[in-house]
């Protein structure tokens, strides 16, 4: 598995918010980002910007998201993304509490 991220933060707030975001890089067919889910105090985003992926999970059934989809998730909202295509990107926006750690 080769999956690279490179880690982006904002230095602007918005209230008491921080805004963290990742880009996540899969250079291989199957190459998976196992399921997870986050907790009631994160807002995630995400954005396929190049390639395609099977995204899962028991809350949301499975489906392929391709370069330009976009899923807004619910809080709690297990996923995992496996990438269909070699280079896929993935583009990660977290909007957290001030002084929550990644």
């Given amino acids: 598995m080769a999956i690279r991220t490179k ?3 904002s230095d602007t707030f918005q209230g008491p ?3 963290r975001g990742t880009i996540l890089i899969f250079e291989n067919i ?9 907790g009631p105090d994160t807002i995630h ?3 396929v910007t190049r390639g395609s992926f ?3 999970g028991p809350e949301i059934g499975e489906h392929i998201l391709k370069a ?5 998730w619910s809080v709690g909202a ?4 496996i990438a269909q295509e070699p280079d896929s990107h993935l583009g990660q926006l977290l909007k957290q509490p001030f002084g929550t750690k990644p």
């Fill in 45 to 47: 985003i995400t954005v």
């Fill in 17 to 19: 918010h921080v805004f």
């Fill in 68 to 72: 330009g989809d976009w899923v807004d």
């Fill in 54 to 56: 099977r995204v899962h």
């Fill in 7 to 9: 880690f982006i933060t």
């Fill in 78 to 81: 297990s996923h995992e993304f």
């Fill in 30 to 38: 199957g190459d998976t980002l196992g399921m997870h889910k986050h």
